[in-house]
């Protein structure tokens, strides 16, 4: 049995996990997988009757998840109105083009371990991946559309208002306040060494108000959105690169159409990684954020309203600058949310973010120009 990355407990520990599962067969081998900054992500391949499948198992983070049930049961109840539909419509490959919850041996959508860990398991989706960076126009295209088609989907979800899984998500200004508490309390004493991002991001404070003014003054509607859509939470054919799979639904929950449009721009217009060391090489791609805003508005024209289309260059930067400001709240607070390889890891991914904002700034009539041709 392998388990290369895993120690002998850790291996043992899954094994009993997947014995917890309604699957069949024999655990051959486990490892870590994905590049998420949130779960722990594992590929178990087992031996059906001798034929080989995979399984995606993830221990949920029930730190930041604090109603793990609440969250399953959105997850749940997306999946199966999504299912329903291919179904209906006799998709062949269904279980490819939505996730597919598999239930606990006494029929729960998650386990809870002897560490009081959250697990749950998912048909493993084969042949397709989720890039971290976007190679070219065709996937900003694809992925766009897929995150679209996906809140089209869920704009018919039947019964009550979904559970917030993680309260004021997308509430840049509160957002903005915990940076402002964190750089206050220096709890870590590392701002002194970070003065010229905090002293950028205090002087944008009215981005983060631009969304939420927006709602408040009732021009943009609250609708059922993902509020993750990087571009490696859509897993893409790895022979056609034609957008299979919108992944990791723990964050679906009453949003702004924007939220979801202006995180695929922050994924797929930089040539470079979130995580790039040298922030000059980053920058918004105008072909790519052309791909994206038709990719996007080939279904999101179905239901979009002309706020929504008009503001899609300010949903752009303010998700960019949210992101930059929350990389860069957990830097000063000691790299208590996102994984982290290295030291510096959240302040060098708060540069790029950043960096993209002011790139946007430089382009913005242009971006303009692009949401407002039909
Ligand atoms: P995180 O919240 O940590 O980002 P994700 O749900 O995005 O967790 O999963 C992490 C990675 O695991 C994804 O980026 C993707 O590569 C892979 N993954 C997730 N779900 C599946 C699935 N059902 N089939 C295949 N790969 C998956
Ligand atoms: C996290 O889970 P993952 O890695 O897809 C985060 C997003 C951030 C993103 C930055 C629940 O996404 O909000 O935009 O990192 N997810 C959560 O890369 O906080
Ligand atoms: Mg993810």
Redesign the pocket.
């Given at each position: 049995m392998e388990h290369k990355d895993l120690s002998p407990e850790e291996f043992a520990h899954i094994q009993d996990i997947v014995a917890a599962f309604n699957i069949y067969g024999d655990v051959v081998a486990a490892a870590p997988?994905?590049?998420?900054?949130?779960?722990d992500?594992f590929v178990v391949n087992m031996s059906l009757g001798g034929k080989p499948v995979r399984y995606?198992f993830?221990r949920i983070n029930n730190d930041i998840f604090k109603d793990v049930p609440g969250l399953m049961s959105n997850v749940q109840r997306c999946c199966d109105h999504i299912q329903a539909r291919l179904q209906r419509e006799k998709v062949s490959d269904a279980s490819r083009r939505s996730?597919t919850v598999i239930p606990t041996k006494d029929g729960s959508a998650y386990h809870i371990d002897d560490q009081q860990k959250f697990w749950r398991c998912?048909?493993?989706?084969e042949d397709a991946?989720?890039y971290d960076i976007i190679e070219n126009e065709k996937q900003a295209f694809v992925a766009a559309n897929a995150f679209a088609n996906f809140q089209k989907y869920i704009t018919d979800l039947p019964g009550e208002r979904l559970g917030e899984t993680i309260p004021d998500f997308h509430n840049t200004i509160k957002r903005f306040e915990t940076l402002k508490a964190a750089i206050a309390e220096d709890s870590q004493g590392r701002a002194k060494d970070v003065q010229e991002e905090i002293e950028w991001a205090l002087a944008h404070e009215g981005l983060a108000h631009t969304l939420l003014d927006l709602r408040d003054a009732g021009d943009i509607p609250e609708r059922i959105t993902h509020n993750d859509t990087k571009l490696?939470?859509v897993?893409l054919d790895n022979a056609t690169d034609e957008a299979m799979?919108v992944?990791?639904l723990?964050t679906l929950m009453p949003g702004l159409s924007l939220y979801d449009f202006g995180d695929l721009i922050r994924t797929s217009t930089s040539p470079v990684a979130e995580d790039e060391k040298d922030p000059s090489k980053v920058h918004m791609q105008m072909n790519m954020y052309k791909a994206v805003v038709s990719g996007f508005l080939e279904s999101g024209r179905d239901f979009m309203n002309d706020c929504e289309i008009e503001n899609m260059p300010i949903g752009a930067q303010t998700i960019t600058f949210e992101t930059g400001i929350r990389f860069l709240t957990d830097y000063l607070q000691g790299d208590v949310y996102f994984k982290t390889k290295y030291d510096d890891h959240n302040i060098v991914r708060c540069r790029t973010q950043f960096a993209l904002v002011k790139s946007m700034e430089a382009q913005i009539d242009e971006m303009r120009a692009v949401a407002l041709v039909k």
């Open positions: 997988y994905g590049s998420g900054h949130i779960n992500t995606l993830q996730l998912y048909i493993f989706i991946v989720g490696n939470n897993l799979c992944i990791d723990d």
